[in-house]
């Protein structure tokens, strides 16, 4: 009677210790909202283009702020965290680059529709700060693909772009990704302007 | 001896001349005591009459013209003899007549022909102050090939005169497309009496028998709509009450889909990326709980990252 009692007190006090222990801070949130100082631009306003929402693998579809310390390892950071998942931040800003090309009558997705009209696809290939190199770079992968009013494929592109970072810190890594992206949506603009004339 | 001939050819010489002479006389007795003398007095012109032009009463020769003279300006005297057996009375109208092609020459002449207009009314008296009896004129008929084919030249030129102004390019072009119009529809008309001839052709028996049964039909059909007019009125009348119906229906419809494809397909998307991002997030929380269950109450703690030590 008197071990039982003893065990259950044991418990008790061990949770209560867990449960009392001090809370960690919350991770700081980043995000990425850099576009390109220059875009290209054509007064065409003849087609619509629909952008489906980027895609991305388990291991970049998600909030956490992915890193390299080794190659073929990928780790989070503890303490730093994307505000949105880089699929919808990529989203925004490349919306946002291609309207500003003034070469489409609209630039529309989900759940826009319009008909006919161009389909671009966009998948994030690697999105990782790579501390495997000195300095350490923060490196972006896309790969686009056009897709005619048909529905048949025009045109693919993967763009690459490496960002070295001014220091060895996560916003370091954030601000050189924001860099990287600001390029790679400028070779974007470029990649569906030269296939949609 | 010499002077003895002499002087019977002489003497027949004379009983000869004497002999002719009477002859002449009694033949001119004898033929003017045959003969006839009228007047005719005509306004038209006497082209192509001239003395010696036969005299026919009913297309019978029955004397001569002996003078033909201008009486006045416009007036022309006409003499003519005419036999006494001719039946000339009060009733007798003369026409100068033209026969053949020409008034003139082998190809024709000109004649005076005499016809009663109506039954002998008693012989033709001489008026007071004129030597003969006058006979009555009628228009004269001189119509040969030369004077028609003066008036018809005359003609042609009046008609040329009026159709010059007409003549012009845009008339003979407006005609020339006339006749090409009329041309293909000339054509069009051939095909279309082809059309009729075929169809003639494939209408045999059966496919007549045919239609007189499907016109049958038709007939009942019509007969039995014509009993229940009204009946049909009232499906009318309730067809456009609920076609109104439907129109409102629509219209309600159509702002219904408005509001879902602006405000409720957007939430709805919207939900279904934070379900996705829900089930992925629960499945990660999943596989570490099924590797870790004291998580559950201990949670996880991460190695700090580069930078964050």
Known sequence: MRAPALAVAAALLLGGCTLLAPPRPEPAREVLDELPKQIPSERRHTAALFVLPPEAGPAYDTIRIAYRERPYQLGYFRDHEWAEPPAQMIKTLLIETLKRTGAFRSVLTEPDFASPTYTLRTEILELVQDYTRSPPVARLALRLELLAPTGRPLASREITREQPMQAATPYAGVAATNHALAGALAEAASFVLDHTR | ?309
């Open chain 2, 1 to 309: 001896m010499a002077s003895n001939v002499h002087w019977k050819a002489r003497l027949l010489f004379i009983a000869l001349l004497f002999i002719g002479g009477a002859g002449a006389l009694v033949w001119n007795f004898w033929s003017s005591s045959r003969y006839r003398t009228y007047w005719i007095e005509t306004h038209d012109p006497a082209s192509g009459l001239i003395a010696g032009a036969p005299v026919e009463f009913h297309g019978v020769n029955v004397g001569q013209v002996t003078d033909v003279a201008l009486r006045d300006a416009d007036t022309v005297r006409i003499t003519l003899e005419v036999a006494k057996t001719a039946p000339v009375s009060k009733a007798t109208v003369a026409t100068i007549t033209a026969r053949g092609l020409t008034a003139w020459g082998f190809s024709g002449y000109v004649y005076i022909a005499l016809e009663n207009t109506a039954p002998a009314s008693g012989p033709l008296p001489i008026a007071p102050g004129e030597p003969y009896p006058r006979i009555a004129a009628a228009p004269a008929r001189i119509v040969t090939m030369d004077t028609m084919v003066a008036q018809s030249v005359d003609k042609l030129q009046t008609l040329m005169q009026l159709l010059e102004p007409l003549a012009n390019e845009q008339t003979v072009a407006s005609v020339k497309a006339s006749l090409e119009s009329l041309q293909m529809l000339s054509h069009s008309l051939d095909g279309l009496q082809q059309s009729a001839e075929a169809l003639a052709a494939a209408l045999d028996k059966k496919t007549v028998a045919s239609l007189k049964r499907s016109l049958e039909g038709l007939q009942q059909v019509s007969a039995i709509l014509a009993a229940n007019g009204k009946r049909l009125d009232s499906l009318i009348i309730n067809a456009e009450r609920d076609s109104r119906d439907i129109r409102a229906l629509v219209e309600t419809s159509n702002s219904t889909l408005r509001t879902l494809n602006a405000q409720v397909l957007p939430q709805f998307s919207r939900a279904i990326v934070d379900l996705e991002t829900l089930s992925r997030t629960m499945n990660g929380l999943a596989t570490r709980l099924s590797r870790n269950p004291s998580a559950l109450v201990s949670g996880t703690t991460l190695p700090p990252g580069p930078g964050e030590r």
